[in-house]
């Protein structure tokens, strides 16, 4: 990490409890809690947000509370503004660290108009087309639940839609066909561009051979996002008490008994919204549940006008193009680039410097002209990938009133907005859409024997070690 990266990793917002050092090498198939206390990575979001606003401070004692949430990132926060807003319960949100700590603070920024991994065409193979359209109609409504609600959170939104870059020639009748459906048979208005058109009007990517343009699609700031959802959860009577793991839990007569290093927290219902950062502990109902996967992001210094000439950025949308490890990057309202992708494998790993330097030539590839250029921010954090690509906002034992909204595979900063009104309503026992992520649990992998066993998780690190190897294949030669 260099010199003007750790000294942004000094937060220079309020003391909210006992404070450690920002931990590079969590991960969470390894260790037991996401710790307590610990500071924020050092990314742009934090070191650009100002101060965080006031929160109510650790647990200091035992508590009955009706709603406990765990997880204080977007869909903790949007679920305890929700079950306020609409339902009239005061919900009290759990962190481990810092508010907004884990994913909601290391993203892209980008809000697309997307749930999961999966396209359209891919809905229609394994739903049906009458499920696909509604699943379609959900994520639109998430769309504009989402800007609903930032409507008055200064958070540099930059709307204008999603330009998704074929990064190989060979890329684009797979794109042609999907915008085809995406306008023939869901109504969306997707079109496509030849390179010429990308290139002149939009962004001079030196790899782009056309792409796919989207309505729907707005960058925004994360930390001033995260932050603006503190304080409005807050001002609608929810307490959100950082520096409180759950470290133990049991449930008996119906009340969850939430062990806290200040004190127990009874709840009468749990919301679990804690992203890539779930430990495999924390509930039995969740682990090997999910796949957490690590993503890279670099910042650079402001452009000057001249670079920003050379690299022809004619547009702020946001942008991802077609690798299966894909990149997401813009132009920053500040004048900078930013631009993430996948990363190592394990936590340990992570703080390797290779890392950096595979993005920072990902980049100069794509812009020749900013080669050289002083990167200001680096970080990275993991994503929350289910088993099967899709989301699951869920109550797992109708038994229990344990409920969870999990498993966004990247497409979080947008659709976590829907799922905390989703998880809402599931934990004031109001009904759901009739869709799959409504209706089935977190699928554990295909072959479910071997994944049941507690021999089976060192081998997903393995077996994603190989895959990542493949999709480069894919990506790059084949």
Known sequence: ??????????????????????DPAYDPLVASTPGQGRDYAPTYWIGTAGDPPPDDGPITHDIDVDVAIIGSGFTGLTTAIFLAQEYGIKATVLEANRVSWGCSTRNGGQAQCASGRLKRSQWIARYGLDTALRMHEEVCAGMETFKDLIKDIDCDP?????????????????????????????NYD??????????????DDKEAAGA??????IGIHAGKLAFGYLKKARALGAKVHPSSPVMGWETRNGVHYLKTPGGIVRARAVGIATGGYTSQGLHPQLKNRLLPILSNSIVTRPLTQAEIDACNFRTTQVITDTRILRHYYRLMPDGRVQIGSRSAITGNDAPEDKYKQFLIRDLHRKF????????????????????????RIYQPDPKQTIYYALGYGGNGV?????????????????????????????????????????????FRRFGQWWLYRWYHLKDEVI
Do not use: C
Request: glycine residues 6%.
């Open 368 to 391: 020749p002209a900013l080669e050289g250029i002083q990167i200001d921010y680096s970080w990275w954090g993991w994503v929350d990938v289910s088993h099967d690509m899709m989301p």
């Open 190 to 203: 997707a079109r496509i561009l030849d390179a010429d058109t990308v290139k002149r009007e939009y962004v």
């Open 212 to 217: 796919m343009h989207e309505p729907e699609g």
């Open 158 to 186: 930059q709307p204008g839609g999603h330009l998704y870059i074929a990064h190989r020639p060979k890329a684009m009748p797979a794109l042609e066909k999907e915008a085809k459906i995406l306008r023939e048979v869901f």
């Open 414 to 458: 947008m659709y976590s907005a829907q799922a905390g009104r989703r998880l809402a309503a599931s934990i004031a026992g109001k009904s759901t859409p009739e869709l799959p992520i409504f209706r089935s649990k977190l699928p554990f992998p295909n072959v479910r024997e071997v994944v049941e066993s507690e021999l089976f998780a060192p």
């Open 1 to 22: 990490m260099d010199t003007l990266t750790q000294k942004r990793a000094v937060n220079t917002g309020r003391a909210t409890g006992p404070s450690t050092a920002y």
